[in-house]
């Protein structure tokens, strides 16, 4: 073949050629593309198979296995951040927290507002003693996603960062975060009473009492409510109120010793109580005087057999109780001459304290009565 011949047959063969060509690696693309398909389907199918295994191990407890199976599902499918997720929760679970700390790092990298790798890197932290750190991820779980009963996991999360502020002693932000918390409560009578419970743990009485109140107002016979009431109503030194709510918790559950004994004790404090309303001034006068008696009632354990050894000022303040309390000494009923007595009866109680130590049988309704009256 002469190179004249050559172009005319290379025009003639080419188009064909490239034709043949095309088609060939047409074919070899499809081909590929089937069988990287039927390979990643493959793999995706066997990570899911591994996760499945994990999470049944996780039901039963096993976690350590489950953590090998979900560590073989992420290495199948490293973008998959449900099994990230899974091994995470595994880890937590096993108590590896360090590692399960760098898995949830990494999670939130990816979906900074996922609410569960937030709380189990609040809870990490709270073990750890790292209260800031602590609370700042239970609030970005509060307000993260979740992706069931968002409602229901946000406030049960916001529970736990209560019981956790509890926890750690501090009060003031307990009591803020419950009175969020309680802003956000649908009416659930065991909510409030879980509420309730807190912000009388927190010291907040008044916002315990309103939570029972808001319970009983709609659930008249939860005797537990009543008697919760009662104890709020108590520490808040409403007596009447107390009184009022045992009596309620009683008539649902008789046989409560608890709310028994509490009624008992607010008796016998408002029979003691010099300054009720409606009471006559020689009333008034004879409550003082009971006062007095009962503060050197509770001072004989020590004063018995030593007088002289006690120092001068509580002998002289047991004198003037003794002669204000002696059934011969008639006093003039005056409210100037209650509130002396009554004075008395806390300096003889607060010295007799100070000298012998709290008595065997402490007097509790004398000191409810006089911390009321002179606190």
């Known amino acids: 073949m002469t190179p004249a011949e050559i172009p005319p047959m290379l025009s003639r063969t080419t188009p064909r050629f490239l034709a043949f060509v095309f088609a060939l690696m047409v074919a070899l693309f499809v081909v590929t593309g089937f069988l990287t398909g039927k390979y990643h389907r493959e793999k995706h199918r066997r990570a899911e198979l591994q996760y499945e295994a994990g999470r049944r191990l996780m039901a039963e407890g096993r976690y350590e296995e489950a953590i090998d199976q979900f560590t073989v599902a992420l290495e199948l499918s490293r973008d998959n951040l449900q099994y990230l997720q899974a091994l995470a929760l595994a880890l937590v679970s096993a108590s590896r927290t360090s590692e399960a700390e760098t898995y949830l790092s990494e999670l939130i990298r990816s979906d900074p ?16 003693g790292a209260t800031e750190e602590a609370t700042g991820y239970y609030q970005r779980a509060i307000y993260g996603l979740w992706p069931d009963d968002p409602s229901g996991r946000r406030l049960e999360v916001r529970f736990e960062l209560v019981e956790y502020l509890q926890k750690v002693g501090e009060t003031t932000e307990m009591v803020a975060e419950l009175l969020r918390l309680v802003d956000e409560m649908p009416q659930d009578p065991a909510l409030h009473k879980r509420a309730g419970r807190l912000f009388f743990a ?23 409510a009543w008697a919760a009431l009662g104890d709020a109503e108590f520490e808040r030194g409403d007596y009447v109120a107390a009184r009022a709510a045992y009596q309620q918790a009683l008539r649902y559950r008789p046989d409560d010793l608890q709310s028994r004994t509490q009624l008992e004790l607010v008796g016998e404090v408002l029979d003691l109580d010099p300054t009720r309303r409606g009471l006559a001034s020689s009333t008034r006068l004879r409550k003082s005087q009971t006062l007095v008696q009962r503060s050197l009632a509770e001072l004989d354990f020590c004063v018995s057999g030593r007088p002289d050894a006690l120092p001068k000022d509580l002998r002289d303040a047991v ?9 011969r ?26 000298v012998c130590g709290t008595p065997p049988v402490p007097d509790r309704a004398l000191e409810l009565v006089l911390s009321k009256l002179t606190g």
């Open 319 to 327: 004198q003037r109780g003794r002669r204000i309390a002696g059934r």
């Open 202 to 224: 927190a010291g907040a009485y008044d916002r315990a009492a309103e939570a029972f109140r808001r319970v009983v107002g709609s659930h008249r016979r939860d005797a537990e």
């Open 329 to 354: 000494i008639r006093q003039r009923a005056t409210t100037e001459t209650v509130e002396s007595n009554v004075a008395l009866a806390e300096e003889i109680r607060t010295l007799g304290r100070s």
């Open 113 to 128: 507002a996922n609410g569960v790798a937030n709380l189990m890197l609040a809870r990490i932290y709270a073990g750890r």
